[in-house]
């Protein structure tokens, strides 16, 4: 990045694009802790197909007729296809500043000649990007699981005592994990309940260790077999939640571990996956990965191909120059049917 960015170049071209594009993505817990898969290059709509085949033991019969392969209420005899979507929306990074005001931090940067031509090193570029970048990430990382498609107003979701709300700020571009959790189990229609509902194992806000323990026996009782001893299989919990369920369990009388020490983040034996993000309140159990089994993905594309970052002078009279990023992102869960969720969060 160091080699390839200039501040008075319009854009970028070749596999940076995909670099900056992924590093954009990957810069939050979710990704960090590998429990979503990032599909690139969407720049419209992308499907995420399902299949389900129903009942297909038959009696045995010398010659099987057109009776044995008839199609059943419930799906027998033929292959079910469920559709979700990713469809990424439009949404811009965008930042003014004066690299004058840069120059005395990065001696060996300080140029020479004509002020008007004078350009930063390229290492000192290639740091404000990536602190550029960082405060995007934060973004990221948190809509991920609380944005919501128009807003707080649009998302119809009520919240827990002092809690986070649903589609805050400028989390409104795409709807986020919770967003999409509860309108799937709330939901009658085909497109929104394709794959499946979540299951829900409780609705109780998480005071205290106990209350975590409790949520995370539920969950597990309510996991669906069939999935029980898939690897990816882990609990997805915030922070706030993880201490309190820490300290919970190093004060019984029996202790996991001393108090100078955090206990195993497993329960069950499937990992516990304390983050940034997920709101208070809420535990997710799923299978969470960054391979195509993932069943959390994010979508997202440049808007514009030949303009990912520009970096330049702001107008020709002026020393200012400016960061803009056009990008498009959208998060969807593939298989809610195999997601449960304990949550205080809920339809309004």
Known sequence: MADTVSFL???????????????????NDTYKQGLIHIKSGIQHKYTLP?????EIIQDNT?????VQGAKGPNGENEYQFTERH????DFMVYLEFNPRDYEKYWKFAQPDGNLV???????????????????????????????????????????PTDSIQIGRGKEKYFDGVIKRIIDNVNATDAQTI???????????????????????YAMWKKCPKQIRNNPGLSFVIGWEAWDAYDQYISDKMVKYSENTEVNRYRFKGKKITPIVGIPEHTIVLGQFTTGMDSNLWMGVDYANDSEVLKIDRLQANSE???FQMRMKMDVNIVRPGEIVVHTAYKKA
Do not use: H
């Open 9 to 27: 170049q319009n854009g970028y071209n070749g596999e940076v694009l995909e670099d900056l594009l992924t590093y954009t993505a990957q810069g």
């Open 50 to 54: 399902a299949i389900k085949l129903g």
């Open 62 to 66: 010398p010659t099987p007729t057109s």
């Open 86 to 89: 990713l469809n990424p929306s």
């Open 117 to 159: 031509f004078r350009e930063l090193d390229p290492k000192v570029q290639a740091t404000m990007l990536r602190l550029l970048m960082d405060k995007k990430n934060e973004y990221i990382g948190n809509a991920i699981w609380t944005a919501a498609k128009g807003g707080a107003a649009a998302a119809g979701v009520a919240i």
């Open 194 to 216: 394709a794959g499946g509902q979540c299951v829900v194992s409780g609705n109780t806000e998480l005071t205290d260790g106990a209350a975590v323990e409790a949520a995370l």
């Open 320 to 322: 200012l120059f400016f």
